[in-house]
C-alpha cells in the first residue's frame, strides 16, 4: 500500500528527528496532487505506530494542501477538488504552473519532555 511506505518514511523523520524521545504528534502537510488519502495515512500511521515502541500513542495530523493552478494563457485561478487533472479551468490549457498541491512534508512535531525541564529549540 501507497500510503504505508508514506508513513514508514514519516515514522523514520519523526524518529530522528526526536533523538531518542518519545514522539506524541506529527503534523503532516500533504497536497492535493499526491493523491494521497487523509484517512488511510492515519490508519497506516496506527500500523507503524504499533511497530515502533518510541512512536507508540502518537497521533498523525494531516492537512490537506489544496492544488491550485496558475494559467498562463488566461491568468485565471483553478483549484482542483476532483482528479488532478492539470488544465486551467477557464481555457482548458494545460499551460499552468502549479502553485499549490505537490507537498508532502513534516511540518511540525511534538516529543514528551520526559526531562522535566523546559527549553526552546
Ligand atoms: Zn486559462
Redesign the pocket.
Known amino acids: 500500500m501507497h500510503e504505508l511506505s508514506l508513513c514508514r518514511s514519516i515514522a523514520g523523520i519523526a524518529t530522528r528527528a526526536a533523538g531518542g524521545r518519545r514522539v506524541e504528534r506529527v503534523q503532516l502537510d500533504v497536497g492535493h496532487l499526491r493523491q494521497v488519502v487523509p484517512e488511510t495515512l492515519v490508519y497506516c500511521w496506527g500500523v507503524v505506530c504499533e511497530q515502533t515502541p518510541q512512536l507508540a500513542g502518537s497521533r498523525l495530523d494531516v492537512t490537506s494542501i489544496p492544488a491550485v493552478l496558475d494559467?498562463?494563457?488566461?491568468?485565471?485561478e483553478?483549484t482542483l477538488t476532483g482528479l488532478p487533472i492539470i488544465v486551467?479551468?477557464?481555457?482548458?490549457?494545460n499551460?499552468?504552473a502549479v502553485r499549490s498541491g505537490e507537498e508532502f512534508l513534516v511540518r511540525s512535531m511534538d516529543v514528551a519532555t520526559t526531562e522535566g525541564y523546559d527549553r526552546d529549540g
Open positions: 494559467c498562463r494563457r488566461c491568468g485565471a483553478t486551467c479551468s477557464a481555457c482548458g490549457t499551460d499552468v
